[in-house]
């Protein structure tokens, strides 16, 4: 019903800066909230980020807080993370998520969201 399709990952040296996109294929998106998850090799996909499509209430985890930022543009159904003075560690594949209803709480949970992109893979040299 929602696809999500992310882009713009790639290489980048450690303490460069990529920004992420996610386009939605509806424009009814007014109730969802939209995160961002991220799993490397042989780890769980874990919480990054997370807004609801208001934009009022948005969220990062305490590893990303402070140099990651999350942002949507409701023209354009496109949700962003704008990811700063990254480390090695932020290799991953990072993923799109979209989640309405009782099942949405905080937004940090996998469970919690009902579409997934296909997602993008971000690699950071040292």
């Known amino acids: 019903q929602v696809q999500l399709v992310e882009s713009g990952g790639g290489l980048v040296q450690a303490g460069g800066s990529l920004r992420l996109s996610c386009v939605a294929s509806t424009r009814s998106l007014s109730m969802y909230t939209m995160g961002w998850f991220r799993q490397a090799p042989g780890k769980e996909r874990e919480f990054v980020a997370r807004i609801n499509w208001s934009g009022r209430n948005t969220n990062q985890s305490d590893s990303v807080k402070g140099r990651f930022t999350i942002s949507r543009d409701t023209a354009k159904n496109t949700v962003y993370l704008q990811m700063n003075s990254l480390k090695p560690e932020a290799t991953a594949e990072y993923y799109c998520?979209?989640?309405?209803?009782?099942?949405?709480?905080?937004?940090?949970?996998?469970?919690?969201?009902?579409?997934w992109g296909q997602g993008t893979q971000v690699t950071v040299s040292s």
């Open positions: 998520a979209a989640g309405v209803g009782p099942r949405l709480r905080l937004g940090v949970t996998v469970g919690e969201y009902d579409y």
